[in-house]
């Protein structure tokens, strides 16, 4: 397998698709193994009223001992897809953005996401937002069971270049906030900025 290897992502860091968009090639790690530390296989980041928010899908933990997180299920705990639709309405729905794409995601994120794979679910999130970045990766899923040891580094310490946000945050320029803020906000242009990231680390103030 020569394409570097990513891990499923939930809506992932703006980090994780400034390093794919520069590959010709990649391929995502539905064979990883199940570790419940690794949170950002159904995790995100996005900025709110008060402070950053944390959108978290819940999960049917696996039951056998060697399981990757392709034996992960989406939960129905707390009707979840209501909350993570409506906190994203109320931080990007002033965005010039936001009425073009939300309907895309309201088809994946819903009632209809129960008892899928989370990395079927992943993967359906990520190739949408591929397609509506513009990114041309030649993206491939892999089920063979790997460690966290064999995926590339996705450089999480990219500095994404300043752009105009409905709630301004610093968390934006690390790259660290999902991709779900500069699709919003930028629409197409997001690709220029992800391609434009720059790998120099950031200095601590």
Known sequence: MNAPLYPP?????AAYYASMARRGEACIADGLRYDKRFKSTHRCLIPGNHGMIMLTVPTVKPHRA??????????????????????????YGRTPYFEFYIDDFRQIIGPQAVGRRLTDFDGDLDTLIRRLLGISTEVSHSAEPLHPGSLCEHTPDLTIGQYWQIRPTEQASTGRLSVLDLLFCLGPEALTLLLDASRSPIQSR
């Open 9 to 13: 992502q939930y809506c992932a860091p």
């Open 66 to 91: 060697d399981a990757t997180w392709a034996d992960v299920e989406v939960s129905d705990h707390g009707s979840w897809w209501s909350e993570h639709l409506t906190a994203m309405e109320s931080t």
